[in-house]
């Protein structure tokens, strides 16, 4: 349909503008209009793994979590998604959840640039 690039194009300029809210709405309108547009899940799965950082970097750790998990939805062949997701339940002391996702990481991407960290965490724990 001729409004999907639209809705793209507007959820670009929202994000440069550092508008996430309207930019989400904007990728999800576009991602109604063409079901395959892989492009606005690549943005929105960016948009929510950028606000699971900051939420995490402001130790506002069940917010990350919701944020990277909804960024998993959008794009769930990430492994990064899971490792992060991992290493906040792995610093909360979650073990079950962060064996869960450090696992999950390691099955899609067993020679990825974290996997010795992956893997040693799961060797002592």
């Known amino acids: 349909n001729s409004y999907s690039p639209a809705y793209y194009n507007l959820g670009l300029l929202y994000l440069q503008k550092q508008n996430e809210e309207k930019a989400i709405e904007n ?3 576009a991602f109604e209009y063409d079901n395959n547009d892989k492009d606005s899940l690549f943005q929105l799965s960016k948009i929510y793994q950028n606000l699971g ?3 995490y970097i402001a130790d506002n750790i069940n917010e990350a979590i919701l944020k990277y998990k909804k960024a998993s939805e959008y794009t769930p062949d990430n492994a990064d998604i899971y490792y ?3 290493v ?3 610093q909360t002391n979650n073990k079950k959840e962060a064996k869960y996702f450090l696992n999950k990481y390691l099955e899609m991407n067993r020679g990825g640039k974290n996997a010795n960290i ?3 965490w799961l060797e002592i724990n």
């Open 27 to 29: 990728f999800q309108k």
């Open 53 to 55: 950082y900051k939420y």
């Open 84 to 86: 992060n997701i991992g």
């Open 88 to 90: 906040i339940y792995a």
């Open 118 to 120: 992956a893997k040693k």
